[in-house]
């Protein structure tokens, strides 16, 4: 008898976004002729930059004639040119990775969710309560032990290490999603003593570095003295680059990463992870690699950036809306999300139901990224400039 | 202290493929003047077909525009354009199946070795000996219990089911990798029979079907009266099209499958595979999905064919080869690999190393694919046409 994997049934029965996906149809069924603006799932709005459309058709046209045909890669962490470029970006954040430290992966989904693989069960997770469904779901699917670190307004949405609390696996998101808080390099120095204190892994989300344009905000967990020895970092082109439909992103395992058997002994991770990845993965399609590889050059670089300043002019607009109506919120500023506090008292979803039934505005409910997210609400800046001020608009009316 | 997950200490230390790369990298090392033919790994050498080519050219141009662009796909199990186009194309061999049961992957590789999460460690896993080896590896990898079924010269390497034996969970492939073998109808119903019987699920590989040219001989297991009962699909165009550089592919579940908790209370797959991949995958990249329904087309039909007739020709080159030599083999009709016995009684990787030094041909040790497999050895027909006639004649005079 085909046996299922009973962890299943301690997950919630359906992922956050699909709760939003099955409102807004019905919302949209009974209400045909109102246009909506979504500004709730973290998708981009600005189609692929021109040197990245560019590289990916020149991949495709070399897949195409057997003298420049790529079949299989032969290591599968990614070609050595996108590694390269990768190892070279990082030097611009002010971290030296080695490009054999770098794999490039189909997407940060991916390997944050897959990571889980390599772990025991044994390990108490540690994750920021609210946070990215992911990380919370991927460890109740293989039955690990979770436990949470309290962000909330106290301590401006970023969780600090409790030295008392015991983990062995933590998840952090800097800047985060939901909650648009970055750890400045002392708030991030801390956790890293702690994992190291406590031989501890951080899983280090860094997803929206690119939109730190604060320099003394660290943009990797590896500009923090001891991160080596204690962290992985993954990362992805969705938002730097616009790949939320194109898929690339990369991970990065220091050399020296140690985990643990029971009995104490120590296991090298990078090795452990290829060897997963050796059985479940086959590397990433060479035109999209080629693609991720532009966004690294001068030219690539220059135009993903002009797209990340006209993300973040929305923020703006969004949070001075924010200030006119004093809205409580964090980020908005290094980070495209705008993390506000639901007027009037109102719990999230019913703000959500709200949003959507007067002004036809579509956000994220806090509580959907764990408890300490009732009462808050996520927006994002990745919309169109015309709907990002139109929303404006609307929310002004309605809640002035 | 973060544990690692101790099951990877139960995996043979490499993987087979990386210790084919390492032998060859010593011996170019070694005599850099001597030209290898390879006819190891199942890598395709075929550029991509040029429907192809311009369909992924035509996918990048839209992401390159707002109108056109596009980001998360929302359900991330593939673009409904591409999902009709496999739900057709399964038509053409005789099975019915709707889009909605049709999960498009980045290659069949990840979904056959992440389908273990969705099963429970209580399961007993029946493989076939020997077996491509993601099937034993990602299941050593999540603790499940393995047994093996036969495949012997005795049954032509295509193992039949035994009622005596229980089990719960069964992978098979066909035609089969590494064998060459191809069920018939009445081989696998028998596999579906026997699956009901035992309330077991069989993961179907079929990453081969499209070299099956004998139109008696099933190329999906959906072919087969109850299979919807008892049975997943994975199936790739790695070898169907030449993605292996690009990676696409496609999983069958139909809505009816169910697996069981442990109290006997029976549980969607369909849904929870679908939860699965809703927080550890995001879709694959749209240009791709653009190129692999392409495939799909009259057109990149007629192309595609005419590169696996090219590959067919070549196995026919092949296996004259063997019939003149009087090695016996199985494969090389309907499949792209001839999985021979070693002449003179030699193990396989004696064989491996005899050919790689005397005529620097480099083969797979049928070893590698379970302790069946001593003694054979299996060639693949993925060459050009130059090598695999250079390849042969010097075979020939080795052994003559």
Same mark, same amino acid.
Not at 65 to 86: I, K, M, P, Q
Not at 248 to 275: D, H, M, Q
Not at 358 to 366: A, F, R, S
């Given at each position: 008898?085909? /046996?299922?994997?009973?962890?299943?049934?301690?997950?919630?029965?359906?992922?956050?976004?699909?709760?939003?996906?099955?409102?807004?149809?019905?919302?949209?069924?009974?209400?045909?002729?109102?246009?909506?603006?979504?500004?709730?799932?973290?998708?981009?709005?600005?189609? /692929?930059?021109?040197?990245?459309?560019?590289?990916?058709?020149?991949?495709?046209?070399?897949?195409?004639?057997?003298?420049?045909?790529?079949?299989?890669?032969?290591?599968?962490?990614?070609?050595?040119? /996108?590694?390269?470029?990768?190892?070279?970006?990082? @030097?611009?954040?002010?971290?030296?990775?080695?490009?054999?430290?770098?794999?490039?992966?189909?997407?940060?989904?991916?390997?944050?969710?897959?990571?889980?693989?390599?772990?025991?069960?044994?390990?108490?997770?540690?994750?920021?309560?609210?946070?990215?469904?992911?990380?919370?779901?991927?460890?109740?699917? =293989?039955?690990?032990?979770?436990?949470?670190?309290?962000?909330?307004?106290?301590?401006?949405?970023?969780?600090?290490?409790?030295?008392?609390?015991?983990?062995?696996?933590?998840?952090?998101?800097?800047?985060?999603?939901?909650?648009?808080?970055?750890?400045? @390099?002392?708030?991030?120095?801390?956790?890293?003593?702690?994992?190291?204190?406590?031989?501890?892994? !951080?899983?280090?989300?860094?997803?929206?570095?690119?939109?730190?344009?604060?320099?003394?905000?660290?943009?990797?967990?590896?500009?923090?003295?001891?991160?080596?020895?204690?962290?992985?970092?993954?990362?992805?082109?969705?938002?730097?680059?616009?790949?939320?439909?194109?898929?690339?992103?990369?991970?990065?395992?220091?050399?020296?990463?140690?985990?643990?058997?029971?009995?104490?002994?120590?296991?090298?991770?990078?090795?452990?992870?290829?060897?997963?990845?050796?059985?479940?993965?086959?590397?990433?399609?060479?035109?999209?690699?080629?693609?991720?590889?532009?966004?690294?050059?001068?030219?690539?670089?220059?135009?993903?950036?002009?797209?990340?300043?006209?993300?973040?002019?929305?923020?703006?607009?969004?949070?001075?809306?924010?200030?006119?109506?004093?809205? @409580?919120?964090?980020?908005?500023?290094? =980070?495209?999300? !705008?993390?506000?506090?639901?007027?009037?008292?109102?719990?999230?979803?019913?703000?959500?139901?709200?949003?959507?039934?007067?002004?036809?505005?579509?956000?994220?409910?806090?509580?959907?990224?764990?408890?300490?997210?009732?009462?808050?609400?996520?927006?994002?800046?990745?919309?169109?400039?015309?709907?990002?001020?139109?929303?404006?608009?609307?929310?002004?009316?309605?809640?002035?």
């Amino acid at each position: 008898m085909a /046996l299922i994997n009973e962890n299943f049934s301690n997950l919630k029965e359906n992922y956050l976004f699909i709760d939003i996906a099955k409102k807004i149809k019905a919302y949209r069924q009974a209400n045909p002729d109102k246009e909506l603006i979504r500004m709730g799932i973290g998708d981009v709005t600005r189609p /692929l930059a021109p040197a990245v459309v560019e590289a990916m058709k020149k991949g495709a046209d070399e897949m195409g004639h057997r003298e420049t045909f790529r079949g299989y890669e032969d290591s599968g962490r990614g070609y050595g040119f /996108l590694r390269n470029a990768v190892s070279g970006y990082y @030097k611009t954040m002010g971290a030296d990775i080695d490009p054999d430290e770098i794999l490039i992966s189909d997407g940060a989904k991916s390997d944050c969710g897959n990571i889980v693989d390599i772990f025991g069960s044994g390990n108490t997770v540690l994750i920021t309560d609210p946070a990215y469904p992911v990380y919370v779901d991927s460890n109740v699917m =293989s039955g690990k032990e979770i436990i949470y670190a309290s962000s909330n307004e106290g301590n401006g949405f970023a969780a600090i290490p409790d030295e008392n609390v015991k983990s062995d696996i933590i998840y952090l998101c800097s800047p985060n999603n939901p909650t648009g808080s970055v750890y400045t @390099k002392e708030q991030l120095k801390k956790w890293v003593d702690y994992a190291i204190s406590q031989k501890a892994i !951080i899983i280090f989300d860094s997803a929206y570095e690119a939109f730190i344009r604060d320099k003394d905000l660290p943009r990797s967990i590896f500009t923090i003295e001891g991160a080596r020895k204690c962290a992985i970092e993954i990362s992805s082109l969705s938002k730097t680059a616009g790949f939320t439909g194109t898929r690339c992103g990369y991970t990065v395992i220091p050399k020296e990463l140690e985990a643990y058997k029971s009995n104490g002994e120590a296991v090298n991770v990078f090795k452990i992870w290829c060897r997963r990845q050796g059985s479940k993965f086959n590397g990433v399609s060479y035109p999209v690699q080629c693609a991720a590889a532009a966004v690294f050059t001068p030219e690539g670089q220059a135009q993903t950036h002009a797209d990340i300043d006209y993300y973040m002019e929305n923020a703006a607009i969004m949070t001075e809306t924010c200030d006119e109506l004093g809205i @409580k919120y964090t980020g908005g500023k290094n =980070s495209p999300y !705008i993390w506000l506090k639901c007027p009037n008292n109102m719990e999230s979803w019913e703000f959500f139901d709200y949003l959507l039934n007067e002004i036809q505005v579509v956000g994220t409910p806090g509580e959907g990224f764990g408890p300490n997210g009732k009462g808050w609400f996520r927006l994002t800046a990745f919309g169109t400039r015309e709907n990002t001020i139109e929303a404006m608009n609307r929310l002004k009316k309605l809640l002035k």
